[in-house]
């Protein structure tokens, strides 16, 4: 029977699902953006599905709806259907493995036939892999009577498979999985592997890393499994790197994966002796600066004072850059200081070597923190020349989940309650961020343990009331949800529906909790009384002054802000000067803020903040915010003013109040 892929997740909510906690069909139609007409008729198609697995969908009004098992079953069975309808993206995906894997020409029929389309499905799909290759710089080729397949460099097939296969989070040591339970992309990846010897790798680079003494992630674990699965195959192939391309893989990190990969590919020798050769180690070393490996354990005491205090330093300036916009003060973070820092020692390194980092979470990162991400880019851009070189998205995903996890740690509030243990599967920053947005929102919850998916497998779970995991798991002895790694709005409303019906069940009560909140736009915050022209001011403090006062005459801020705003320039120095001629001071919300608030202050002769690229400054806008992100849109649109030459010039000409709002810009805010 064929489900669509709206429908395999629809029973996979519903599998989630507490029959004391049901889903109504308004709750699921906002889940996945249909009509409630929408979800009728697909609940009724997925109720004969059940119906042959043995199961029974059970419907009732004003309650909802959820799974039960029929007479004779103990318990839900995970369902695996295999008949699953792929999206373009996974055919797309589906199409570059198997002209790869096959290595030679393959006919359009063929293909067609492989993926189960129609012809004029294929010959659409075939014109989004050839998007997909131009980033890889590869080609896809044909000839009439032969077929088709794909041409570029080794390097860079290599690189578009190992992305391919990591794009999901999975077990790669467990080919037995079933279809529907884990990601596409775990299917693909054991087919092409065939009969690779897959857990033997990932055997082999726990032991490897244990043995080193390494910090490492399940994506590490993954990662290096995958590259070196893939390598394995493309020799088998015949496809070698001839090219030692070892340029540029002379820094710390460079220096020490050096003789690891000489050492692993001494010990895999024994699956191709091919792997010792120059070229293929380079491939080995290259892999382990895009692994999120971190080898600053091994470094010496010389090096590692080195690499902390350049780290920290970036790590400080990137903090301030971000800050400037983010209306709150983050610089005393001290977790977000050494999270950064930790994370920018080998990014730096992979961009000077050119090596790309994977993020398979970047599309939930940019679609959950958009305004969060747009600001970390803005941050990015701004320091590159003292990076000394140029990040990916893909990086700068990594860096908005640090940011993410300060914003919630300003929200959460301790409070006791469930005890909960977190398998994730992405690395540190994204389980302290899914820890984090967790208990934010349901502070009753107790996260007692944060495991790796290699570390589960060694635990007990006594004494735990909830497995909380980003990778599907299977346990007897404890109750698991299911949850993605960065949650939507409403993937958070159905989890914590199920987990407060947990709750309800040990303790016989459970807290409403409900975040509300208006997203007021430039235009209502910077009013004529906020506004002030031609104001003298006899130095940077005073212009801060002259702006707060506006802010408190209006009854959006206490006095005490003025002083705050002051005081956080002279601990963290000028970092509010955002551009040539603008100051954006600000401090913390607690420090006096009631609303969120904006004033402008042009002054008539400018000052200086002893900030030597933006000096002197004649605009100054104060601003105040009341949380940690209600303000977002307020700062986009006043970014979209401020970065436009021609709009910058208007405020500085504009004859009275009217004209400076009339530059105001009806259109979407940048920070999504």
Known sequence: ???????QELIKILEATDHDAPLTVKQLAGRFGVSERTIRYDLDFVEEALRHKGLALCKQTNRGVWIEATAGLTELPRMA????????????????????????????????????????????????VKELLVKYQAELASKRGLGLWIEGKEKNLRNLLVQIFCTGTYDVSAPEQQAGEYPYEAELFHAYAGTLPVAELATFMIRLLQEQGLSYTDFSINYMVISLTVQLKRLQQGRRL?????????????????????????????????????GEVNFIIRQLLG???????????GERQKVNLLALNLAESFIKSCQRWLGD?????????YGLALHLQPAIERARCKVTLTNPMLPQIREKYGELFAIVLKAVREIEQELGAGLSEDEIGYLTIHFGAAIERKKSRAQKSLKVVLVCG????????LSITLKSRMPYLDIVKVLSLYEWKQQTVSGVDLVISTVPLKRQDAAVLHVSPILSALEMQVIENQIQSVYHKKFAAVEALALSGSLLGLKDVLLPSSIELDVRAGCWEEAIRQAG?????????????????????????PYIVIAPGIAMPHSRPEDGVKRICLSMVRLAEPVSFSDTRYEPVDLVFAFGAVDHESHFRVLSELWQMLKEPATVQGLRQAADKAAVLALIP???PEFQ
């Open 1 to 7: 029977m064929v489900l669509t892929a709206r429908r």
């Open 81 to 128: 259907f295999r008949d699953y309808v792929l999206s373009r993206r996974e055919r797309c995906q589906a199409i570059v493995v198997y002209l790869l894997a096959a290595g030679q020409a393959a006919a359009a029929e063929e293909l067609a036939e492989h993926l189960l389309v129609s012809r004029s499905t294929l010959l659409a799909d075939l014109e989004s």
């Open 242 to 278: 001839e090219e030692a391309d070892s340029g540029g893989l002379s820094g710390m990190s460079g220096s020490f994966f050096n003789g690891l990969a000489r050492q692993m590919a001494a010990e895999l020798s024994r699956y191709d002796r091919r792997i010792g050769e120059e």
């Open 291 to 301: 692994s999120q490996i971190s080898c600053f354990s091994r470094l010496d005491e």
């Open 329 to 337: 003060i983050y610089v005393d973070d001290e977790e977000l200081l």
């Open 426 to 433: 992405n690395g540190i920053g994204t389980a302290k961020l």
């Open 549 to 573: 006062r506006l802010l408190v005459a209006g009854g959006a801020a206490e006095e005490r802000y003025i002083d705050s705003m002051i005081a956080c320039v002279k601990k963290i120095g």
């Open 666 to 668: 009806d259109c979407q």
